[in-house]
């Protein structure tokens, strides 16, 4: 009786109080060749609307290259890696809901992805290196309530996947071509650990040592990993475990840093890109992006549960709901076709909205959920 006096209580509400109580989820999209950032809110049951568009750059005839976003631990700010430069990088930072700008720093050549300690205080951007000559790159330290970059410290050829472990003490980034992953240690800003991720030579190296042109491509010929992303552990497996994305050996590979082993692999499909592991630490969610397509792991298991096509080709960042709910999926699309944002719930391992954004949307973060669900970011 109590549940039939619930429904028609329900039933009699007004639609717009109804509407009021479904949770509104909110990030940020950086669209590359557009050099905007698009603030998008996802309503389940309604779907996709872009808020807001902020224009970001400064060059007058040519594209500035939106690459990375990242919003602060306490959602007050958001970042973004301007990554063409002349020939240097810019980080910019924003006011999270005004979206204004706040400052910004030089960076490194095609400063790419972003981590962020805990605490705000440090921002640790990936110099990628794209169009420069295939040398030793490094990744930018900045002090964020200055907006300072306090040091750089030289990791490998063309990093990427910039990620800092629960704890805050030890950053983690992938070398596209030097098939290593790299730990940095955040009380020194000196490189920990490297780890090599060469198909059949997995294993820990020296400290402090430094890539060369090549290395870790020649030894094993064809057989690369070519790591694109690296993403920590989390709940029970925080600050245990990190996870490489191998792009062309298409497979991922749980290391635990305490050991310093590869302790899982997840065969995956065609380019594995991007990865996220959920708040609680059970799924594990990689972009696909040679199969236009996302890949979601169960980590207890490590079965893979399903794999869900994208609206568009080229599927790139993923990030997860705080409550674990949704996983958000940015797809750059090719030519003069626009990108797009796709929700995928993942109880029911569905496509469940889709807008078109700008266009090469790319990075990709969360900001808030209101009412919370399961909490805020």
Known sequence: MRGLLAFVFLAALPAHTARAQA??????????????VSRVVF????????????????????????????????????????????????????????????????????????????????????????????????????????????????????????????????????????????????ETFEVSARFDVTPGMEGLERAGGEDRAGAGHGAMGDRVCSPTWVEPGAGARADRVVYVACNRNREILEIDTERWEVSRRFATGMAPYNLEVTSGGELLIATLKGEQAVAVFDLESGEELGRIATSRPVTHGVVASPDGRYAFVSNESAGSVPGTLDVIDLETLALVASIELQHQSGGIDFWSVTPAAGGTR
């Open 23 to 36: 949770p509104e989820y909110r990030l940020y999209v950086a669209n590359e060749s557009s050099d905007l």
């Open 43 to 186: 309503t389940p049951g309604e779907g996709l609307a872009v808020e807001k568009e902020i224009p970001v750059g400064i060059m007058p005839g040519d594209n500035d290259g939106a690459h990375g976003v990242s919003v602060s631990p306490d959602g007050r700010y958001w970042y973004v890696t301007i990554a063409h430069g002349t020939p240097r990088g810019y980080l910019w930072k924003f006011h999270a809901g005004p979206d204004t700008l706040v400052g910004r720093t030089r960076l490194g050549l095609f400063p790419a992805t972003m981590g962020i300690t805990p605490d705000g205080q440090f921002l640790l951007a990936v110099n990628f290196n794209l169009h420069g000559d295939m040398v030793p790159s490094d990744v930018s330290v900045v002090y964020t309530p200055e907006m300072i970059e306090v040091t750089r410290v030289r990791t490998c050829l063309m990093p990427h996947g910039s990620r800092v472990g629960a704890a805050g003490s030890r950053h983690y980034s992938a070398c596209m071509h030097s098939d290593r992953l790299v730990e940095i240690d955040l």
